[in-house]
């Protein structure tokens, strides 16, 4: 089953529960503005249901999507499932899950799968609510950062909360590799989407922020965000050249974007938030510090140091 029939099926079930509620369902994310690669990427719903909000709705959202996720059907369990009322979708409410960004997604790029499109009257996330949202994600996701309360439909994402140990892993390619190479492109793409995003005030494909990244001759892990591009298609078949692009690589990318992320939420007047980010910061340096450095017989086949830098042509952004 491919990743349109795992959203038909989505849409047939929340159809079936919600009945007069159901308002529309969206393909989001790759499905949606292009460049889905069956390997790595999520299968992205947006739902609309009918106000007002109901207090089981969020269980009723949640349970849908684990019978669909739990099914036997190819890459099921990487639906992830973005719900609101129009009011809540307004801001007018609170409620729902659509944070910052996915809603913008929903505005510019959402491919109505079902139901009555009515997006004209929704507000655009302004930069900030984008640079705090994105910040809040990597600090539970990539960063390992507990946040005080998990909401109670956090499960319908495909990806879990990066583990305790994730700054640290940032400087052990080995064991990065070993989660699979979904957890690693992810790894290597997030924090050039997320800069993008905070640079421009808008949402792209992993092609057109690697090669927005990619175009500043200073930016740092450029070879990396290339492999990570070629990776989501064909898992890297050199292990050894993968660790070493990820080791030479990975760290200082996320120092730039940790860096960049700390004087964007400074001057966004979120301390707190940058707090968050100058101790992944800390954590990362003392890891990359005490990583220890592979054998030189493995560097040199990997071929690393030989590697000429890969380019992707920079897009023409509006």
Not at 118 to 125: F, K, M, N, T
Not at 191 to 215: C, D, K, Q
Not at 301 to 312: K, L, N, T
Request: hydrophobic share 45%; net charge negative; charged share 25%.
């Amino acid at each position: 089953m491919d990743a349109e029939a795992i959203l038909r099926d989505a849409v047939s079930a929340y159809r079936a529960t919600l009945g007069e509620r159901f308002l529309a369902a969206y393909a989001l994310g790759s499905l949606a503005h292009g460049g889905f690669a069956p390997l790595v990427s999520d299968i992205d719903l947006g739902l609309v249901i009918a106000d007002p909000l109901q207090l089981g709705d969020a269980e009723m959202v949640r349970s849908v999507a684990d019978a669909v996720k739990t099914s036997d059907a190819m890459l099921a369990e990487r639906l992830s499932v973005f719900w609101g009322t129009p009011a809540s979708l307004r801001g007018q409410r609170d409620g729902g899950r659509f944070p910052p960004l996915d809603r913008l997604d929903l505005i510019d790029h959402g491919r109505l799968l079902e139901g009555v499109d009515d997006r004209r009257e929704l507000p655009r996330p302004d930069a900030d609510e984008l640079l705090i949202s994105g910040a809040r994600f990597a600090l539970e996701f990539l960063a390992g950062q507990r946040t005080a309360r998990r909401p109670a439909d956090a499960g319908l994402g495909s990806l879990q909360p990066a583990r305790e140990d994730a700054a640290e892993a940032l400087s052990n390619p080995e064991l990065l590799l070993a989660r699979g190479v979904r957890a690693v492109t992810k790894l290597v793409l997030f924090p050039v989407r997320f800069m993008f995003t905070a640079a421009t005030g808008l949402v792209a494909t992993n092609h057109e922020a690697s090669a927005w990244y990619i175009a500043f001759e200073d930016a740092p892990g450029g070879e990396l965000v290339a492999a990570a591009l070629r990776w989501r298609n064909a898992p890297p078949t050199d292990n050894a050249a993968a660790a070493s692009l990820l080791r030479d690589h990975l760290p200082p990318l996320y120092e730039r974007y940790i860096d960049d992320h700390i004087d964007r939420l400074m001057a966004a007047d979120c301390p707190e938030l940058a707090r968050g980010f100058e101790r992944w910061r800390q954590r990362l340096t003392r890891a990359s510090a005490t990583s220890p450095e592979p054998p030189r017989s493995a560097r040199a086949e990997s071929g690393a140091a030989e590697r000429p830098r890969d380019r992707v042509a920079r897009p023409n952004l509006r």
